[in-house]
């Protein structure tokens, strides 16, 4: 038996002493103290009652401490569970109710506002602040620096990430072992990442893109990673200067051609510039490539089924697709309504299964049997097409969802909350496109009778219940909601409307 997650990804470095993480004017982490931090921290897992399958959850800032709970929780045969930093009180609540982590991490500042839930669910609480320093830091230091790695079949849950839903809820995507080493290795093959390489890591490790997508890949090549808290433009393009590989959303790219200090010569030792997690414009991928002679790579995936497509390394990136199927990965586009197959060329339901497919949502049977076929096929929600030598692109999407910035929000649970003021009579949340963030977030509210709207009111309430990203940012008041015959509302007239 093995646990061959943590064995590909950081037992193997045991010894390695080259540098894994690398952040602004602070000391580095080489793998090898990488390895032995996650030893301390696994043990301080177990004495705080950790058993195999149990949940970890962690709201806390981006730190390299947060990196190694990631690889204790592995190494411990955990479940690692994630959240947004930005999440309010409500928000949190429910993760940690349908969750229920027997560890839960947060800033000593969230402490108190969330006992009361974590009391309720028996979760042990460490805390970790934006220094790294907290109750996990302090007792896990006085530990062994060694530890019996917990056995792990390829097919346990190594992690539950969540994921917003139409119906307002979110949804655990339960994802195994093989489904992040699968992918993992077979991005590192095709994207040729190695030892070599520098990745500047400035996306959140809350989500599918910054902790599986590069840290894994990184871990499993041995690469370093300069660790950054945020992207900040001055300091990507001091890393792009020394660095091989960036990994980023659109947002990402769209902010460095606005600024004049991305050059050919500031980009001469990159090897590799990825773009994902939201639409990239051919446009923008036109001019970085004017700009820099670098063409960018962009993938698609989603946090259901890690990485799905990938424009080639070697071979043409081609502007507006998101590539081919990775070697191990199926695609199919199928007709929304028969669910029959395609030809090709014609925009369908993308549909996936492989090794990167998850096991379904966390409590939800029903949920996972109406997305997940018999047949081993996800329904992603978005529509697609491919074109005769296998390029896919994607054209739009089936479910009701907003993608600002690399964010999901999904319309509904917005709207839930805007319906809980009784001065509102009714609500459509919906996307425009927006120059920086790629869609932005904005509300069309109907009035109750009698009433007047209040927008500096409207946003105290929103801003006590929902993350910064998920809230309006301009709010369009209307005397009714243009609906279709059937009663629905039909957000596309609103688009239309309201997009500059
Ligand atoms: C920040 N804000 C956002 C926002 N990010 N609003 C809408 N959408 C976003 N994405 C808010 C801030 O709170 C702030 O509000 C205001 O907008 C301006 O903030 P900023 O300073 O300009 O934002 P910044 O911190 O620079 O963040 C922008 C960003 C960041 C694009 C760099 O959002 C980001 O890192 N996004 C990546 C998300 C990601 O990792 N997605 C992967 C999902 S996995 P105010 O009012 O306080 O000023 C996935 C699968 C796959 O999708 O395929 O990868
Ligand atoms: P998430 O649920 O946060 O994992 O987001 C997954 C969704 O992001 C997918 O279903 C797509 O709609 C979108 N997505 C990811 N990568 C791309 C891409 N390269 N182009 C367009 N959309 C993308």
Redesign the pocket.
């Known amino acids: 038996m093995a646990n061959p997650l943590y064995d590909n990804l950081i037992g193997k470095h045991a010894t390695n002493d080259a540098c894994f993480l690398r952040q602004p004017g602070k000391p580095t982490v080489s793998f090898r103290q990488f390895s032995e931090r996650t030893s301390q921290v696994a043990n301080l897992l177990l004495k705080h009652g950790l058993k195999p399958g149990d949940r970890v959850a962690v709201q806390a800032s981006k730190t390299v401490e947060m990196v190694i709970l990631y690889g204790a929780t592995i190494q411990a045969g955990g479940v690692f569970l994630s959240l947004n930093t930005?999440y309010k009180k409500d928000e949190i609540s429910y993760f940690i109710k349908d969750a229920s982590p027997k560890i839960f991490v947060c800033d000593p500042q969230k402490r108190k506002e969330l006992e009361q839930i974590t009391g309720q669910v028996g979760s042990q609480v460490l805390t970790l602040d934006k220094n790294g320093q907290g109750s996990l830091q302090s007792q896990a230091n006085i530990l062994s620096k060694t530890f019996n790695t917990i056995d792990r079949r390829p097919d346990d849950l190594v992690a539950l990430l969540y994921t917003s839903g139409t119906t307002g809820r979110s949804k655990g995507a339960m994802l195994t072992q093989n489904n992040l080493l699968s992918n993992a290795r077979t991005l590192k093959n095709l994207w040729e990442i190695n030892e070599d390489d520098i990745l500047i890591h400035?996306?959140?490790i809350f989500?599918?893109?910054?902790l599986f997508?590069a840290l894994n890949t990184a871990l499993l090549a041995g690469a370093e990673v300069t660790f950054l808290q945020?992207?900040e433009i001055t300091e990507i393009i001091e890393a792009i200067r020394a660095s091989t590989l960036l990994m980023g959303?659109p947002?990402?790219y769209t902010r460095l051609l606005a600024d004049e200090r991305l050059t050919a010569h500031l980009a001469k030792n990159m090897r590799l510039f990825i773009s994902?997690?939201?639409p990239l414009l051919a446009d923008t991928h036109e001019e970085f490539t004017r700009r820099t002679g670098h063409y960018i790579l962009e993938?698609?995936?989603?946090?259901e089924t890690n990485?799905i497509t990938s424009n080639p390394y070697n071979g043409e990136r081609r502007p507006g697709t998101v590539g081919k199927p990775l070697p191990d990965v199926e695609i199919q586009i199928n007709d929304t309504q028969t669910g029959r197959e395609n030809a090709d060329g014609e925009i369908g339901m993308i549909e996936v299964r492989g090794p990167n497919v998850f096991k379904g949502y966390w409590n939800m049977p029903d949920k996972t049997a109406l997305e997940l076929k018999e047949n081993g096929f996800f329904i992603t929600g978005d529509l697609g097409k491919l074109s005769s030598d296998g390029y896919l692109s994607i054209v739009g999407r089936e479910k009701d969802l907003i993608i600002?910035?690399?964010?999901?929000v999904y319309p509904k649970e917005i709207e839930d909350v805007l319906n809980e003021l009784e001065k509102i009579d009714e609500t459509a949340v919906f996307g425009i496109s927006d120059n920086?963030?790629g869609e932005?977030?904005v509300a069309a509210v109907v009035m109750a009778e009698n009433e007047s709207f209040d927008k500096s009111e409207t946003e105290v309430f929103v801003n006590e219940k929902l993350a910064?990203?998920k809230q309006p940012?301009e709010y369009f008041v209307l005397k009714s909601l243009p609906r279709n015959s059937m009663g629905k509302v039909q957000k596309n007239e609103l688009r239309k409307q309201f997009s500059m």
């Open positions: 930005d400035a996306l959140p989500h599918t893109h910054g997508v945020k992207f959303v947002t990402f994902g997690s939201a993938r698609y995936g989603m946090t990485m600002s910035g690399g964010y999901n920086d963030f932005r977030v910064r990203y940012k």
